[in-house]
């Protein structure tokens, strides 16, 4: 079964709304969750680093008061959408590293973002 | 730089071997693996190696590492219709917790 869980699946909103994405990893407590955005065929985009008990570290580019990130426990993280803009419409995944593995992520089943 | 190179597209029939093939940048990698993406899915771990390995077999899955080129490639035996999804190789640097992906081979299987 999954190990990290991704909530909600497929999300619709009025522009200049927020919206927000939850993101559980089930089997195991992660210190550190990663945040990617895929384009349509696409790769994935790494946004952030969500480091729980700290501030998330955003890879370049990315706004950091636009995709808000907290980390506040070992099995959850959450990525708020502030003030969505059709062009924030996208797919976002989110990934957990599993403490003593061989540093392989486990991925969510990702997020469908609609923004009208 | 940190890119990773896939081709885009690969499509086989069933019952042949699928070969997908990934080039990476940095020669520090010390993980390396293979993610398979299902249309409006996450990631699923297929395999990885260690960078001091030139192969690993796991059933129908095998990966080649030629750390001197900087090339993985990924056979897939005996080809299934399931087996249709975006295939991403992945590499972890040494002194980091991030992946880098590749851009993703789609791979289609036809009857």
């Known amino acids: 079964g999954a190990v990290v869980s991704q909530h909600p699946s497929r999300v619709i909103c009025k522009s200049g709304t927020s919206v927000k994405i939850e993101c559980r990893s089930l089997?195991?407590?992660?210190?550190?969750m990663f945040w990617y955005r895929q384009f349509p065929k696409k790769s994935l985009m790494l946004m952030a680093t969500s480091n729980e008990g700290s501030k998330a570290t955003y890879e370049q580019g990315v706004e950091k008061d636009k995709f808000l990130i907290n980390h506040a426990s070992l099995t959850l993280s959450t990525l708020t959408v502030t003030s969505a803009h059709p062009e924030d419409s996208s797919f976002y995944i989110c990934?957990?590293?599993?403490?003593?593995?061989?540093?392989?992520?486990?991925f969510g089943e990702g997020s469908r973002l609609t923004v009208l | 730089g940190e890119d990773v190179e896939q081709s885009l597209f690969l499509s086989v029939r069933e019952g042949d071997s699928s070969v997908i093939n990934c080039t990476y940048t940095?020669?520090?990698?010390?993980?390396l693996y293979w993610y398979k993406q299902e249309p409006g899915a996450g990631l699923q771990l297929l395999t990885y190696i260690f960078s001091n390995m030139d192969m690993k077999q796991d059933q129908r899955l095998t990966v080649l590492l030629n750390k001197k080129d900087k090339h993985l490639s990924l056979r897939i035996a005996d080809t299934q219709t399931g087996d249709s999804a975006i295939y991403f190789c992945?590499?972890?640097?040494?002194?980091?917790?991030?992946?880098?992906f590749g851009t993703g081979t789609r791979l289609q299987v036809f009857p």
């Open positions: 089997d195991f407590q992660a210190t550190t």
């Open positions: 990934s957990a590293m599993r403490p003593g593995g061989i540093g392989e992520l486990f």
């Open positions: 940095d020669s520090s990698s010390t993980y």
């Open positions: 992945a590499e972890k640097g040494s002194n980091t917790d991030k992946l880098i």
